[in-house]
């Protein structure tokens, strides 16, 4: 059986005769029949978290839902990651010096050493 999973599931064989099937976060993955009889997978695919796909037009229907996550996601990364240019000064002749003690908060301008 051919499935698609939004995240990252482990399906463990009840009997275990079988090893543990691993599905990686957004991909496909061919796993054993018995896993579709697990009550861990049947609510999986009802809440949306599996996809089954059983036949190639299903296959790509979901590689194509697959894709535009992939396409998304990248977005919102280079989204999120885009830095906006910052201002700075060429000489700086001067530096603040903060102390902070429980109540109170005081600045002073001290100047750089060697001026």
Known sequence: MRIFSKQALRFGDPNKEQ????????????????????PFFKLAKSDGTITVSETPKEVKAVEKVAADNENIKAANLRKATKVSPTIVPDIVTEETVSTTTPDIVTEEVVPKAGE
């Open 19 to 38: 090893p543990s099937v691993h599905v990686k976060a957004l991909a496909f993955a061919d796993v054993p029949g018995w896993v579709g009889e697990l």
